[in-house]
């Protein structure tokens, strides 16, 4: 026992898989007991048992496998996880349990197959079983037939899947084993009980006996249908009212039906291919003389066509064949063989013959001449046949084309095959639209000489009748007398409907429409949607009120009458119908008269004297408003009144009266359209007149409402066109107008009015063309766009006013109705109105139906002929272009056709397949001009031709899918969507593995599904293509089959579309069961019906709120020709409805409660949550993808701290919702700081969740909340946690790898603040998981990023170690993806610059070609000169970057760079202030600068100037004094300078208002010449901060699609305002250096070229301004200083070969400009500087290279600059080359000697040259002139006021070329101070030369006269000036530091600087204004925390020690003394 006690201790699941098999058993129970104890059916415990279940019921060990079986069956019934074990266990079950010997452990088996049927895996567990019946032994085989019996008959045949099950059940039958036999004998008769006779036809192969068996058990079988006794999970609410049932025993007929109805033998049946087996010969014989040979082959295609379900094929050809031989075959027997087997193939192929069916019911109908009783009665069962493939809507138009056949027989054929119709349909299949031309024909049939056809068409009224209810169908029948309507009634109660079922109409009551729902709620999707009648009408459910219904229709007080009048069960009668009266004659019509009105009212109506007419009037009219309605005798009262004179009354008093009566009798009595015709005659005549114009329009309203407007309207017309008195022409036109406002466009005709209408329009009277343009206006509103076609061939300028009222009414309802035709007409109106209820009511948007059907229609079958149809089918595709081309100019000249089109579909079906591209384009423009031409018509032609167009989606060409879509588009446009996706057609095209097909179906389908209300079920067919397409190899098939996932699951349902994943394979099954998950969250809402309540009835917007949250929406109108329109009509309810699926009073709530917190803060929440996770009592936040449990843990977190209404917009299955939701935290962030950290980690949790969604929007959105987030985290100096941080950071670096660029940029943007928030050290180890990513953008942007980390923070952030980290980042640069290599190289560069040498040790060892490629990336950004290493990192980024952009990072692609570019960035390390990447230069405090230089006093304006007179006498000045004005200086200078830099500062501020005001303050002050000389000295500073403006907007603000573009336009037109301004005052713009207008040249060239500014309205006018002040600047800044700027800004664009071609054409531009001012300005330029500009250029493009340009221009503009030079100059231009070292070498000074030689000047110089040793300079030749001459010279400019500074510069140079002179002799007669005043003169000279040096990199530039870079304010200085700032200087520095500090490397002697050859070795570039800014914006203070990360990130460097520079705050207490050190200063 010993090992016993070994087990015993071990968990429960380990116990279960022991080797002891009572360890087993033992394991076993205590499972059974676990299982049966855990309550919650999700806890994670079911986890562990998940891969033991098997092993539970397969155990070897007997007695444990019976244990085992037992915990199964509780872990399954249990567990929510269960269902992932079906396959394996019932598969374990099969194999190794129903093959044990005891009964309790079969009978335990089938309980777990059962089981697991409840939990929804039915189809699982049926393959498993059916596999289960191949397994040799027996007793398996009986115990999976068994368990099969068991499943069906518990669950019934809706779950168990019987096709499979039936398929299999003959091979059982012939099984060897008798127990095999018998059990299948009784699945056979349990399968039986389900389906009937259906089981027959799979069965009739079985042996006689067998059957006979079957037969005698299936007669005993009880006759009602069986119930499911037991249901899935799912089912429960079914169980209920099961049970309930039960209890009250009634059976439900409907339920009977359903389930009986529940399978279709066809459905069991397999196909069968017959095409292959036809007779070779077939169509030969078919064509045949001898009529036996006929015989033979239709004999062969009959015994074919009789298996009972045929494969589909092209059956085109074999159809046409026995089309002809029904329609032209003589011999009367082969026209029923034909008709036979037409039969036998609609009835084999079912839907899929709708195609054919078009081709063959007219040529049957014709063929019904026959008189035969065989032939007429084969024909029949054809045509029923094909019926019953087709719908009666396709067929419709060929049957009313026989209606008026000649041929009696033919038309009581037509009508019998209606009313047989009419049985299948249901009134969902049967509306109005179809049903009311059948009407009307079928009543002109009723009253036809032929009694059969009479007959016939009673038949088939009554049937209608009996279908649709005697409600529906009584309007048709107005015309009817009684006798023929009780015949129909009697007909009706006759019908037997199709499946027995009890007509809709309740048995004919007349009121019955309510009770549609028992026939017509289960057929609607079979067979389309239900009509578009009042919903209490249509397949909803009853629960709808009677008051729902009539709200939506089209007013409510006609639903209440027609009800009202329909009850009476038809007793009255003739109120039941339209009014109608036989014409009385005149004097029966005085007896009815004198019998209710007075004698004397008689006698005197047609007296002479016109006041007793008048008498006589009022008489009448007294007993009119007496009389009782059904008394009133209406007719001969109007025939009194129209009595002599009649309506030639000329007395209008008289007249007034009589016109009133005549409205007084329309209204009370009831008025028939008889008494109507006689009172109308007298009306048209006086609708003109001018006194009783009022009255007769009143009499017409009257009449409208009496006799229906339509009727009245069109009476009126034709008799007001028939005489010709315009003004009662345009009167009635106007009345018109109105009239149709106030009844509504119900039931008008409009092809009648169009005729009068154009005659109208046509009058000479301009009153009647306004009046018909006006009713146009008026019919437009209802009818739409359409009715302009009527018009289109009227003359242009008629045209045009008809347009223009159109244009009008654009946009506008339709008013409510207010009035309705009375009566009878209530009834016609309930039917007319209601089918254009939704078009007129919408306002022209779904009218365009009713429209089309009255377009006068072409038939151009006649000539689509053989001939026509031969040539598009032509071998030469010429001659098929022809035949395309003939029917292309048929369709456009026809304009408008029926659907009668002969052979042309199948001509047109192959020329989509042509070889040729050319002509299938065109056949897909014919289609497409044919859907305009036909509209609805087309829905017949879908199946032919539409399909087709599908399959081009699968064309290679891009173009011509284009086109198939196009066309597909055009065609649903006119037949919905329906037709389309009934019938295997779509699926079959899914079906083919064409990429291209398949994405452009599935995107089409996408976007038709969301629109449509109802689909038919055979969109069902579609689902296994598209999970085929989901796992398509082409990735675009795939992105499109989830994108439709959604749209299809709308339709289906989540769980049917999951119960058709059981057919996959299991790996393919879990990938697509997840992406029905996703999909389920996408899902959208399906829309509304559409409201009923049109436009402007009132009633709209409750109807539609109501409408779109019923359960159920109303199913959709059939006679919609145009669903597309209207459903976006219904959309809009739908997402209304279906998105709140709440009323509306809860909305109102929700809102009331979002003003409160939407955080609440619970203290320590956060706190416990970290520590339950901690202890693992809650999940870890760590998934590849987020699963439900997550979702629903963090909901549950979520739900104590986040306000309920919030949470629910988060958690919304709808993404628009989440969009809001953050826009609403993005508003309270600042408010709800504290609350926001303390829920810091759930919204972090929720944002992850989100970073899994697709969507971009809330992706965006996501990343601009965690943008503000971070920066407000930032601010309150919170850190995160690492709970927070590890939930977090990794999901959003899979962001990274985002294919969007803006994305990844606001990644990149977040992961830089992260860092301020979270120790850089810690998010390395992210990035570097980031790196294994399989995406090759996320490994590079890591990569990048971790090298921006290494690069700021240095080594140490390289976590765990530098080597590990470094080692795995090297490996990278062998991935087979470039971007991936180039950042691992940037990155180990970034190393390298950090630590040197060390890089190669810290790597490791690398392959030979990735450390060559190291190497050489090493060796191109090694650098020339020892310097802080990191600080060129640093400097060469701040160069990439934008430097308004402080979080972009790191290298981008320096592999393309130019080497002479990264040699230039390197001395720009050197001669240039270092920053840290994060601190854009212009804003850094530059502590050097500060303290040494108090001498900004000098940019003061000139307030105190005067003061310093007294100073310039020399020697008399006590220093004290000095020391004391000083700080005066300092305060006035900081009062405004300091506000001016303030300003500044803000122009390059990141947001635009900022910077308009900072620009509009600033303008205030340049725009007052008195204030504008503040901003001398501040110009550089300025114009930097503009074009740095100028950038941000290039760079970001254009590329953002958020901003307005008017702000940015304002922001443009602010600055070139200002600029204007600036460049207008010459002494401000003089003071801009040449740096800063190269800068600003540049930026505005750029702006000019901006195509993005062009593309915007007022884009031109703004590049407009910007040329204007380009001139300007070129016209008034220092002339030297632009042409400089421009030559140096041509070298650059030349250089960067990236920049656009045009900006180096514009600089020449420019230079062009200023050559051509030369002459004027020669004399203020400084020579010296623009030649050795000339010079530099000339170094980095010799000529060679110049001339090797794409363009010569450059070279051109070059020697024209010289030229025009050497002219204005002449010879001296040679003196000029003073500032070029080695001039000899220098290829200007060849060139200019030619020039100069050229110009013939060369004479003087000759003599001068030969004394010239080569080395000496020009300049050396001054030294034959007494050297003590020059000096005394020099000495005296020194001594004088003005020259002062000139003399010293002088000196200095002079000196400088003369190192050996001696001044001892010119100084010993000065005083001591002149003497000190030199001294320190050429110090300071020396001093400011060598700063020049160090911050131009551009080679020095001695300065010349008086331009210094400390003082651009040179013209007013005054020497003492100079001596103040000289002392104030020395006092700072004690007295020797004379040399300024260097910005470089800090050494002090111009000796050690390096010699200028040197620096201009690799490419004179220059000076950037950015690097000149240098103590310009020095007044900002910038935030302390900058100098922290500053000193941290330097901190690192190694080199730190010996590079000053390196930062410049070096360490932290340093910078602080100097800030205390110069605020001391300054006190």
Not at 696 to 722: D, H, N, R, Y
Not at 1524 to 1536: C, E, G, I, Q, R
């Amino acid at each position: 026992m010993g090992d016993d006690s070994e087990w015993m201790k071990l968990p429960v699941d380990q116990k279960c898989e022991h080797k002891v098999w009572k360890a087993r058993l033992n394991g076993y129970e205590e499972a059974l007991k676990l299982f049966q104890r855990i309550g919650d059916e999700k806890s994670p415990e079911w986890g562990k048992y998940l891969g033991l279940i098997k092993k539970f019921v397969t155990d070897s060990n007997a007695v444990a496998q019976l244990k085992g079986l037992e915990a199964a069956l509780a872990f399954i019934e249990n567990a929510h996880v269960a269902g992932k074990t079906t396959g394996e266990v019932v598969s374990g079950v099969v194999t190794k349990v129903f093959n044990q010997p005891k009964a309790r452990a079969k009978e335990l088996g089938t309980d777990i197959c059962l089981m697991y049927i409840e939990i929804e895996k039915a189809e699982v567990v049926q393959d498993e079983l059916l596999k289960g019946l191949d397994n040799k032994n027996p007793k398996i085989v009986v115990a999976c037939i068994e368990a099969l019996r068991k499943a069906l008959s518990e669950f019934g045949s809706k779950i168990v899947t019987l096709k499979p099950v039936v398929k299999i059940l003959p091979k059982q039958f012939e099984s060897r084993e008798k127990a095999v036999r018998d059990e299948a004998k009784l699945l056979a008769v349990e399968i039986y009980k389900w389906i009937r006779d259906a089981l027959r036809p799979p069965l009739q192969n079985l042996n006689s006996v067998q059957l006979k068996e079957l037969e005698e058990e299936w007669v005993k079988l009880p006759t009602s249908p069986p119930k499911q006794s037991r249901f899935l999970r799912s089912q429960q609410d079914l169980k209920a009212k099961f049970e309930q049932q039960a209890q009250g025993e009634q059976s439900d007929g409907e339920e009977e039906e359903e389930t009986v109805a529940a399978v279709d033998p066809y459905e069991l049946l397999e196909a069968v291919e017959i095409l292959s087996k036809m007779p070779k010969d077939f169509y030969d014989k078919i064509e045949a003389k001898k009529w036996q040979e006929r015989k033979e082959a239709l004999e062969a295609i009959e015994t074919l066509a009789k298996n009972p379900k045929l494969e589909n094929g092209d059956y085109g050809d074999l159809i046409r064949a026995l089309k002809k031989v029904v329609g032209k075959d003589a011999n009367v027997m082969l026209v029923s063989l034909a008709a036979k087997c037409l039969a036998g193939l609609a009835s084999g192929l079912r839907k899929k013959f709708g195609t054919y069916a078009g081709q063959v019911v007219p040529t049957i109908l014709e063929k019904f001449k026959e008189k035969k009783p065989q032939v007429v009665q084969a024909l029949q069962e054809a045509i029923d046949a094909i019926f019953l493939t087709t719908t009666l809507q396709n067929v419709s138009e060929d049957i009313l084309g026989v209606m008026d056949n000649k041929n009696p027989s033919i038309k009581q054929q037509a009508s019998l095959f209606l009313a047989r119709s009419f049985r299948h349909c249901t009134q969902a299949t049967l509306p109005k639209s179809v049903l009311k031309p059948f009407c009307a024909a079928l009543i002109k049939q009723v009253n036809d000489s032929a009694p059969e056809v009479r007959d016939a068409a009673f038949e088939a009224l009554g049937t209608a009748m009996k279908v649709v209810g005697e409600k529906a169908v009584n309007p048709f029948l107005t015309d009817l007398d009684k006798l023929k309507l009780d015949k129909i009634k009697e007909c009706a109660d006759k019908v037997e409907l199709a499946g027995g079922k009890k007509g809709a109409g309740g048995g004919g009551s007349a009121g019955g429409g309510g009770s549609g729902s028992g026939g017509g709620d289960k057929k609607p999707s079979a067979r389309g949607p239900p009509p578009a009648e009042a919903p209490s009408k249509s397949s909803a459910p009853p629960k709808k009120t009677q008051p729902a219904a009539s709200k939506a229709s089209t007013g409510p007080p006609k639903k209440g009458k027609a009800s009202s009048a329909a009850g009476g069960k038809g007793k009255k009668g003739p109120e039941n119908k339209e009014i109608t009266e036989t014409e009385l004659s005149i004097e029966v019509c005085e007896d009815l008269a004198a019998g209710v009105l007075p004698a004397s009212c008689l006698q005197q109506l047609g007296s002479a004297n016109w006041k007793e007419r008048l008498a006589s009037m009022e008489e009448f009219q007294r007993a009119v408003e007496t009389m009782d309605k059904a008394q009133m005798p209406c007719q001969a009262l109007v025939r009194m009144l129209a009595k002599k004179p009649g309506w030639k009354e000329t007395n209008f008093q008289v007249m007034q009266m009589k016109l009133r009566i005549v409205a007084l009798i329309a209204q009370r009595g009831q008025f028939s359209k008889t008494s109507a015709s006689v009172a109308l005659d007298g009306l048209v005549d006086k609708v003109g007149d001018v006194k009783c114009g009022g009255n007769a329009k009143e009499g017409l309203t009257a009449i409208g409402e009496a006799c229906s407007l339509p009727w009245t309207a069109e009476q009126l017309v034709s008799m007001v066109f028939a005489q010709k008195n315009p003004k009662n022409q345009a009167e009635t036109l106007n009345w018109l107008a109105n009239a149709m406002k106030e009844f509504g466009f119900a039931g008008i005709n409009v092809k009648a009015f169009i005729n009068n209408v154009k005659t109208a329009l046509g009058a000479t009277n301009p009153a009647v063309r306004t009046a018909a343009i006006t009713l146009l206006g008026v019919m437009y509103l209802y009818v739409g766009a359409p009715l302009r076609m009527f018009f289109e061939d009227e003359k242009p300028a008629l045209l045009a006013q008809i347009d223009a009222e159109f244009e009008k009414m654009q946009g506008q309802s339709p008013p409510a109705p207010i009035r309705s035709t009375k009566k009878a007409a209530a009834e016609e109106e309930g039917d007319d109105g209601e089918e254009q209820e939704e078009d007129g009511g919408g306002g022209g948007g779904g009218g365009g139906q009713d429209i089309m059907d009255l377009l006068p229609r072409t038939d151009i079958g006649d000539k689509i002929t053989s001939d026509l149809v031969s040539k598009i089918e032509d071998k030469n595709w010429k001659i098929r272009k022809e035949g395309l081309d003939e029917v292309a100019a048929i369709i456009s000249e026809a304009k408008f056709i029926t659907a009668n089109i002969g052979e042309l579909p199948l001509a047109l079906k192959g020329r989509l397949g042509d070889s040729n591209k050319i002509l299938v384009q065109q056949s897909l423009t014919i289609l497409q001009q044919l859907a305009t031409a036909m509209g609805p018509g087309l829905k017949q032609h879908v199946k032919t031709l539409g399909i087709p167009v599908i399959t081009v989606l699968g064309d290679s060409k891009s173009n011509v899918r284009a086109a198939a879509l196009t066309t597909l588009q055009a065609w649903v446009e006119q037949t919905g969507m329906k037709e389309w996706l009934e019938g295997e057609d779509l699926s079959e095209e899914l079906k083919r593995e064409n990429p291209f097909l398949r994405q452009e179906l599935l995107g089409w389908l996408a976007e038709k599904l969301p629109s449509l209300r109802t689909v038919p079920a055979d969109l069902m067919l579609c689902i296994p293509y598209l999970y085929a397409c989901l796992e398509d190899r082409n990735g675009d098939v795939r992105k499109k089959a989830q994108d439709a996932l959604p749209t299809f699951m709308m339709h289906l349902g989540y769980d049917k579309m999951n119960k058709a994943t059981g057919k996959l394979k299991t790996s393919s099954k879990d990938q697509v069961v997840s992406m029905l998950e996703k999909a389920r969250a996408v899902m959208p809402a399906k829309p509304a019906a559409p409201a009923k309540a049109g436009g402007g009835k009132g009633s709209a917007e409750p109807s539609r709120a109501t409408s779109a949250t019923r359960s159920q929406p109303v199913s959709e109108d059939v006679t919609d020709s145009k669903p597309e329109a209207k459903k976006v009509r219904g959309g809009v309810a739908a997402k209304k409805g279906a998105a709140a699926k709440k009323p509306a009073a809860k909305g109102l709530k929700d809102d009331e409660d979002r003003s409160g917190p939407i955080f609440t803060l619970i203290p320590n929440a956060k706190e416990q949550r970290i520590k339950e996770e901690k202890q693992l009592k809650i999940l870890k936040w760590n998934f590849n993808t987020p699963r439900d449990e997550y979702v629903e843990q963090l909901k549950t977190q979520m739900s104590t701290c986040f306000a309920k209404w919030l949470q629910d917009e988060l958690f919304h299955f709808d993404f628009q919702r989440h969009v809001k939701a953050i826009g609403v935290m993005i508003d309270r962030l600042e408010s709800e700081s504290e609350a926001t950290i303390g829920c810091l980690d759930l919204i972090l949790k929720w944002f992850t969740l989100r970073f899994f969604d697709t969507n971009t929007t809330v992706l965006m959105k996501v990343l601009e909340y965690l943008k503000l987030l971070f920066t407000m985290l930032n601010r309150e100096n919170y850190h995160l946690t690492e709970y927070e941080a590890n939930s977090f950071v990794p999901y959003l670096i899979l962001k990274v790898g985002e294919s969007k660029d803006v994305v990844r940029k606001d990644v990149r943007a977040i992961l830089t603040m992260l860092c301020k928030v979270y120790p850089a050290s810690k998010v390395f180890p992210f990035l570097m998981d980031g790196t294994k990513s399989k995406n090759s953008k996320q490994r590079a942007e890591c990569l990048e990023e971790l090298g921006c980390l290494i690069e700021g923070y240095g080594m140490n952030v390289c976590q765990p170690t530098p080597a590990k980290s470094l080692k795995e980042i090297a490996i990278h640069i062998g991935d087979r993806d470039t971007s991936v290599r180039n950042a691992a190289l940037n990155t180990v560069v970034a190393v390298y610059n950090v630590c040197g040498e060390q890089v190669y040790k810290l790597i490791g060892n690398l392959s030979e070609k990735d450390m060559s490629m190291l190497e050489e990336r090493i060796k191109r950004s090694a650098k020339k000169t020892p310097a802080a290493p990191a600080k060129q990192a640093a400097t060469e980024r701040s160069q990439r970057e934008h430097p308004a952009n402080p979080n972009a990072t790191f290298l981008r692609k320096p592999a393309q760079e130019d080497p002479n570019k990264l040699n230039q960035a390197r001395q720009n390390a050197h001669h240039s202030e270092s920053s840290h990447p994060s601190i854009p230069k212009e804003f850094q405090l530059d502590l050097d600068m500060i303290e040494m230089d108090q001498s900004r006093v000098c940019e003061l304006p000139d307030l105190v100037q005067h003061k310093l007179d007294e100073l310039l006498e020399p020697i008399m000045i006590p220093e004290p004094k000095m020391r004391a004005v000083s700080p005066h200086f300092d305060d006035l200078h900081n009062s405004t300078a300091s506000t001016i830099n303030f300003v500044i500062s803000q122009v390059a501020s990141g947001d635009i208002n900022t910077s308009i005001q900072a620009l509009a303050q600033i303008d205030e002050v340049l725009r007052q010449e008195d204030k504008a000389e503040v901003m001398s000295g501040h110009i550089d500073q300025f114009l930097i901060a503009t074009f740095m403006q100028l950038r941000l907007i290039y760079s970001t603000h254009m590329a953002d699609d958020r901003l307005d573009k008017k702000d940015i336009f304002k922001l443009y037109s602010c600055i070139i305002g200002n600029m204007l301004s600036l460049f207008s005052m010459e002494s401000l713009a003089r003071e801009a250096s040449m740096g800063v207008l190269k800068d600003l040249m540049h930026g505005l060239i750029t702006l000019m070229l901006d195509a993005r500014v062009e593309d915007i309205e007022e884009g031109q006018q703004l590049i407009r301004s910007v040329n204007l002040l380009v001139v300007r600047v070129l016209e008034k800044s220092d002339q030297t200083n632009m042409l400089s700027a421009l030559l140096v800004l041509l070298q650059d664009s030349l250089v960067t070969t990236a920049g656009s071609p045009m900006l180096s054409e514009l600089v020449m531009k420019c230079l062009w400009r200023m050559i051509r001012f030369l002459p004027e300005t020669i004399n203020n330029i400084n020579l010296d500087r623009i030649l050795l500009d000339v010079h530099n250029f000339m170094k980095v493009f010799p000529k060679e290279k110049l001339k090797q340009l794409k363009s010569d221009v450059p070279h051109r503009t070059l020697k024209t600059l010289l030229h025009t030079l050497c002219k204005l100059t002449g010879a001296k231009i040679l003196d000029h080359l003073s500032m070029i070292e080695n001039r000899n070498e220098s290829e200007l000074e060849a060139h200019l000697r030619r020039v100069v030689k050229h110009s013939g000047n060369l004479s003087g110089l000759k003599s001068d040259r030969g004394n010239e040793k080569s080395g000496l300079r020009t300049e050396d030749r001054m030294s034959k002139a007494k050297v003590s001459d020059i000096l005394t010279e020099i000495f005296k400019k020194i001594g004088s006021k003005e020259n002062t500074k000139e003399g010293l510069t002088e000196l200095y140079e002079y000196k400088q070329k003369y190192s050996d002179v001696d001044l001892e002799p010119f100084l010993k007669n000065t005083s001591q101070f002149f003497q000190s005043y030199v001294e320190r003169g050429l110090r300071m000279i020396e001093s400011e030369r060598e700063g020049k040096a160090r911050i131009q990199t551009s080679a020095v530039i001695p300065q010349h006269g008086a331009d210094s870079t400390l003082s651009s304010n040179n013209e007013e200085l005054k020497p003492a000036v100079y001596y103040e700032r000289l002392k104030i200087l020395r006092q700072r520095q004690g007295l020797e530091n004379t040399s300024r500090q260097g910005i470089g490397g800090g050494e002090d002697e111009p000796q050690q600087r390096p010699p200028i050859s040197s620096l201009l070795s690799s490419k004179p570039s220059v000076a950037s204004s950015t690097d000149m800014l240098h103590s310009k914006l020095s007044q900002l203070k910038e935030s302390r925390e900058l100098y922290q990360q500053e000193h941290n990130a330097h901190s690192h460097s190694p080199t730190h020690a010996h590079t000053r520079s390196a930062s410049p705050a070096a360490n932290l207490d340093d910078l602080k003394k100097r800030l205390e050190r110069i605020k001391s200063n300054r006190q």
